[in-house]
T-cell receptor, first 112, second 111 residues
């Protein structure tokens, strides 16, 4: 069974550009969580999508947005990139029965 | 959602038991304690979870105090590959909507 997959693995952008990151949850999982992990720091909660709707968001500006598609895959968009947006972006889906999160390997975004 | 407190770092000798503490004094009655670990910028990996009884699986044991204000993750025979950042989080009910990770404990296993 395929795990959570994320793409691209690495992405390099310049300030002011937009970045789009993608996530496919484990088959049958309908919730997707996004986290930001800056170098040397813990995981910061970004967004939670469930059944196609944004259900909750962390303390991030509106230029961080996303969506969830009918097949439950998800996309994270970061507009007007700033240097401090450089981080590992992790996506996770949840097994509802146990509450266990399954993480992808992440997308590393570098903003120059 | 429960706020958790963990030591910043711990050391352990290879082959010995690693005991990682976590304080979660604000945990609510329907929130489970979950443990994850993250090895060098890979995606975090689930280890174990429990509500109020002690739990054991092939990776670790989880001891939760009777008042549920703290817990200990036990890796019975630590190996070098157990070197990682270990996170404990409280989650249940509506707090599944904002699963928040703290800074975690950096566990270093020495030869």
């Amino acid at each position: 069974e395929a795990g959570v997959t994320q793409s691209p693995t690495h992405l390099i952008k310049t300030r002011g550009q937009q970045a789009t990151l993608r996530c496919s949850p484990i088959s049958g999982h309908t919730s997707v969580y996004w986290y930001q992990q800056a170098l040397g720091l813990g995981l910061q909660f970004l967004l939670w999508y469930d059944e196609g709707e944004e259900r909750n968001r962390g303390n991030f500006p509106p230029r961080f947005s996303g969506r969830q598609f009918p097949n439950y895959s998800s996309e994270l968009n970061v507009n007007a990139l700033e240097l401090e947006d450089s981080a590992l972006y992790l996506c996770a889906s949840i097994l509802v029965y146990t509450g266990e999160l399954f993480f992808g390997e992440g997308s590393r975004l570098t903003v120059l | 959602d429960a706020k958790t407190t963990q030591p910043t770092s711990m050391d352990c000798a290879e082959g010995r038991a690693a005991n990682l503490p976590c304080n979660h004094s604000t945990i609510s009655g329907n929130e489970y304690v979950y443990w994850y670990r993250q090895i060098h910028s890979q995606g975090p990996q689930y280890i174990i979870h429990g509500l109020k009884n002690n739990e054991t699986n092939e990776m670790a044991s989880l001891i939760i105090t009777e008042d549920r204000k703290s817990s200990t993750l036990i890796l019975p025979h630590a190996t070098l590959r157990d070197t990682a950042v270990y996170y404990c989080i409280g989650a249940g009910g509506t707090s599944y909507g904002k699963l928040t990770f703290g800074q975690g404990t950096i566990l270093t296993v020495h030869p």
